[in-house]
């Protein structure tokens, strides 16, 4: 009805009035009975009386639509105009992420009086906050998966950082949802009919209309104005009659019945009233009979993954369960209707492997859900000369024949990133040599492995160990398998002759001078501060033993996999009958440094070092000891029980056939110090040592043969026509050339003695050498003949550069009116090209493009580039630098580099005008420059220096060459296949870019 209005004249009458009205619901509610609902029987009549109300209340409504007879008027909990409350006074919230969790806020009065959220305040120091309170240690506040509401938010009971189970943070309903029950949004519930209006206690006008929330809900207008009060749903200045006593009608979802307002004299609609059970109302006022299936919020579950939720039928006005809703995924539905993360697992164990569907690896994980699941595939690298496939859960590599397996992604024609060519040996100092059969292996400084197949007699340079350590030691149980230990602890395993080494971890630090095998498993190493390390395993684990000593050990050797001895600093020899559990120590006789020990058998063995050699028919019980000579003797090796020969420093050589009564000093050929020395038989002897020094022996040590191969002759630099044919120029006139890569290197004759520092080939039969004094050599046939071309100059020429088989420049020292030499026929000619370079400077490197643009550089930072074949020549403003200048490349007319002393890099990008210095990580000398396209380039330089760029010089890496010989000639044919020549011989070739 309209009677939720009042208006002054009535106000007194609103407290008799109340009493009568509460009554009312249930005198009315028999009207329901009409659908035969015997708990809500409908009203009756009473036989005309007249129904009072007074329009001064809302008759009293409870919160679940049912009048009470002891309801009162509501007393709002905040002033006047604060709306919906914030918060409720008191109430106690911790911060949310992303604050800290030491955070919560209390809800006070705001300076309006209305409730709202106070600042922010901290625990105390060692506590926290847990849902409100500041609290020293967590504790579980609700079960995982466990879900509520936070007022219009859903919350879910998960692991927090403390450890414990608590609330997550509220994720808000979806636009139009709110959330109910057990913490499940749904949508929200319409307070009305849209299009309906009536009157509040207030006088205003309520009219129903759709909120922000998407749902219908009653809307207030401004109470009327007086004299006017609101009836029916509307301002007016009298009422009328708008029903006859005790009519019902449906109002919305609910009923009202029809009252006479005393006040105002009209019958009018009252309050609208609930049907029971929150059913609509029907027909003339009518509350159905149906019966609620469910109560409101309720929810169940269908299957283990799915529930329904209790719902209104609009149609019967009655609660029934909703259409099936399926859990989230890794979810599962437990108790009333709640979904609960769970999850299954996907995989056998953690750190399972397989192949993936998509071909390539993955690994089997605990999930955050704490469930086994898949990570992601990754894919196999594709491998150029090679396949790589997932086999049993891991990408395997099969290269193509003739590429050897370098790592688990590369296929390549060698796996060390450079192999010494020549001379061979590696003018390095060897210390360690070993056999097998008739093979022999000799290890030195730079990590270089040289092999010979024939007692000696001829020698490869198969390459070197990672990293490049000196290596003291090297040994091969087989034919194929075998170790080299060196500085730093480093341990190295070979499983293909010494043609690939792969690190082993030793556990020590100490260089390690010695290492012996007694089988394939049973192997030792010793080094400095007594370390001995022992493996069962063929080095796949090394464990420490106990020497007893501190002092450095320099040599081990085994009988058999119980049974070694190590000597080593001050005398000391050890012996060992448990494979190595128990060292024991042995007397010398001496306490000069012993390099070296070698047993014949159990009993007989043999010592040799500083100025004594010794020996032992007791297994080393006792020692008697040969004083020699003032030299310190490296290495011993017996023949027989009483014929040994030892070596040492100067190219010493002894033997002694009596079991070390008498000695005979025999000739080495070399003064070189002599460091290691083995015995294939009685007869045939090979030693090594310094500056690459390999000897051998076929009777027994008498005489003796020098085997090494190649040049030991400075190298200056080094050109290829093609992948096979190939030139190397050096000191005294020296030429080597190739027709195989590198694999063997042969001696031309230049017909010079001069030192020659520059050659370019134009093809792989037109070649140019260029040296001191003015030395000019040309061949038309690959080298097989060299002869003289006139320079015009007595001057030395540094390098020469071809553009074709007929036009090129050659520079040097000033002489005459220049440093520059042309040529425009093939060098039948030479003239000189005045540049404007004073007396005094050297110019090293020239390089020319094929449009005639081209450069110099030398001494003093000095540069000079031409643009029309050297007719003039032009100074750049500044070069940046006043270090000499060895090298010169350029990309194309306008970018190119140039290296020189003290690592110095130098760029241009305008052809030469100007230059700005490019850092390296490098310090020393550079000598060389290559460019093979415009991203990737390599300098050369001093002590083995090499660099590389693949960004076209914008920033260089180091990879060193393993050598310490400075490298002064760089040639590469592309990206991977070049040459590097250099001090005493060297020549070093790379299949892999030099890495």
Not at 332 to 345: F, L, M
Request: hydrophobic share 35%; glycine share 16%.
């Amino acid at each position: 009805m309209n009677g939720l209005t009042t208006h002054d004249s009535r106000i007194a009458s609103r407290g008799s009035v109340i009493a009568r009205w509460a009554l009312l619901p249930a005198l009315f509610l028999s009207a329901c009975a009409a659908g035969g609902d015997d708990e809500n029987p409908p009203p009756r009549d009473d036989g005309g009386a007249e129904d009072v109300i007074d329009r001064g209340d809302e008759a009293g409504v409870d919160a679940d639509g049912d009048a009470d007879a002891d309801d009162v008027l509501d007393v709002p909990d905040a002033p006047e105009g604060c709306g919906t409350p914030a918060c409720t006074l008191g109430e106690r919230h911790c911060e949310p992420p992303p604050a800290v969790d030491t955070q919560w806020v209390e809800c006070v009065a705001g300076t309006d009086g209305c409730p709202a959220w106070g600042p922010v305040q901290s625990c105390p120091s060692g506590q926290f906050c847990q849902e409100g309170a500041c609290v020293a240690s967590c504790s579980d506040v609700c079960t995982l998966g466990e879900r509520r509401c936070s007022d219009a938010d859903v919350q879910e009971c998960e692991l927090g950082s403390r450890g414990c189970l608590a609330w997550g943070t509220p994720t808000p309903c979806g636009p139009g949802m709110s959330c109910t029950g057990a913490g499940v949004c749904v949508s929200c519930t319409d307070e009305c009919t849209e299009g309906l209006a009536r009157c509040s206690a207030l006088e205003e006008v309520l009219t129903c209309e759709r909120g922000t929330s998407g749902c219908l809900e009653w809307v207030a207008d401004p109470p009327c104005a007086m004299p006017q009060f609101c009836w029916e749903g509307a301002c007016v200045d009298d009422c009328t009659d708008v029903c006859s006593a005790a009519e019902m009608r449906c109002f919305g979802d609910d009923y009202q019945v029809c009252m006479r307002d005393t006040g105002a004299g009209c019958y009018g609609w009252s309050a609208p009233y609930r049907c029971p059970g929150g059913r609509a109302c029907v027909g003339a006022g009518i509350c159905p009979s149906c019966t609620d299936s469910c109560g409101e919020g309720e929810a169940r579950c269908m299957t283990g993954t799915a529930y329904e939720a209790c719902e209104l039928n609009p149609a019967t006005g009655c609660r029934i369960w909703g259409a099936r809703t399926e859990c989230g995924a890794h979810q599962t539905c437990e108790g009333a209707g709640v979904c609960t993360t769970i999850c299954t697992d996907d995989c056998p164990s953690d750190g399972a492997r397989e192949c993936g569907p998509g071909g390539g690896p993955r690994t089997c994980h605990v999930g955050v859900l704490g469930c086994l699941e898949w990570l992601a595939e990754t894919p196999c690298a594709v491998v150029v000369n090679g396949a790589n496939v997932c086999v049993g859960g891991a990408c395997t590599l099969t290269c193509d024949g003739g590429f050897l397996t370098c790592g688990p992604t590369s296929c390549r024609v060698s796996c060390a990133p450079w192999t010494q060519q020549s001379p061979v040996p590696p003018y390095e100092e060897l210390w360690g040599l070993e056999f097998f059969g008739t093979t022999a292996w000799a290890a030195g400084n730079a990590g270089l492995v040289a092999r010979s197949g024939d007692r000696g007699a001829t020698w490869r340079n198969v390459g070197a160990v990672p990293g490049g350590v000196v290596l003291g030691g090297i040994e091969f149980a087989t034919a194929a398998i075998g170790w080299a230990v060196g500085n730093g602890g480093a341990i190295f395993r070979s499983d293909d002759a010494g043609a690939n080494w792969i690190a082993q971890t030793s556990g020590v630090t100490a260089n390690l001078r010695g290492v012996s095998f007694a089988d394939v498993t049973h192997g030792w190493a010793v080094g400095d501060g007594g370390v001995i390390v022992a493996t069962v395993d063929g080095g796949t684990t090394w464990t420490p033993q106990t020497s007893g000593v501190t002092t450095n050990l320099y040599a081990v050797h085994f009988i058999s996999a119980t049974t070694g001895w190590a000597a080593g600093a001050s005398g000391r020899i050890l012996k060992t009958a448990n494979g190595g559990s128990v060292w024991l120590p042995q007397t010398s006789g001496s306490t000069y440094d012993i390099r070296s020990v070698r047993f014949v058998d159990a009993n007989v063995g043999w010592a040799v070092g500083y100025y004594y050699a010794y020996r032992s028919t007791n297994g080393g019980t006792t020692w008697a000891a040969f004083m020699r000579s003032a030299v310190q003797y490296n290495a011993v090796f017996p023949a027989s029980a009483d014929a040994a020969v030892i070596v040492g420093a100067g190219g010493r050589v002894e033997t002694t056939t009596d079991g070390g009564l008498a000695w005979s000093s025999r000739t080495s050929g070399t003064t070189a110090n002599l460091d290691a020395l083995v015995f294939f038989d009685t007869l045939n002897a090979l030693a090594v040592g310094q500056n690459g020094t390999v000897i051998s022996s076929s009777n027994g040590g008498s005489t003796w043969i020098d085997r090494r191969g190649g040049t030991a002759d400075n190298l200056r630099d080094v050109a290829f026509a093609d992948a096979t044919h190939g030139w190397a120029v050096g000191a005294a006139g020296r030429i080597v050339a190739t027709v195989d890569g590198g694999a063997n290197w042969s001696a031309q004759t230049s017909g010079v003695t001069q030192n020659l520092w520059g050659v370019h080939f134009a093809d792989a039969a037109h070649g140019w050498a260029v040296g001191e004094s003015g030395v000019i050599r040309t061949t038309v046939d690959g080298g097989t003949t060299w002869t003289a071309q006139t320079s015009t100059t007595a001057g030395a020429l540094y390098d020469v550069h071809f553009i074709n088989d007929a036009e090129g420049w050659a520079v040097g020292a000033y002489s005459g009116t220049s440093s520059v030499r042309y040529t425009p026929d093939g060098g039948t000619t030479w003239m000189a090209e005045p540049t404007g370079i004073p007396a005094g400077i050297i110019m090293y490197g020239v390089w020319f493009n094929a449009s005639g643009r081209g450069w110099i550089v030398g001494t003093s930072g000095t540069s000079r580039y031409t643009a029309d074949r050297g007719v003039t020549w032009q100074t750049p403003a500044a070069t940046g630098t006043t270090q000499t200048l060895w090298d010169v490349r350029f990309l194309d007319d306008s970018n190119g580099f140039a290296v020189g002393a003290a690592g110095t890099v130098i760029v241009t990008t305008d052809g030469g005008a100007h230059w700005a210095l490019r850092g390296t990580p490098a310090t020393g000398i550079f000598y060389a420059l290559v460019f093979v396209d415009a991203s990737t380039g390599y300098i050369s330089g001093a002590a083995g220096a090499f660099l590389k760029t693949i960004d076209g010089g914008a920033s260089w890496t180091s990879h060193p060459a393993p050598t310490s010989r400075d490298l002064r000639g760089l040639f590469f044919l592309d990206a991977d296949n070049g040459w590097a020549a250099g001090d005493f011989g060297t020549v070093l070739m790379t299949r892999s870019g030099g890495e």
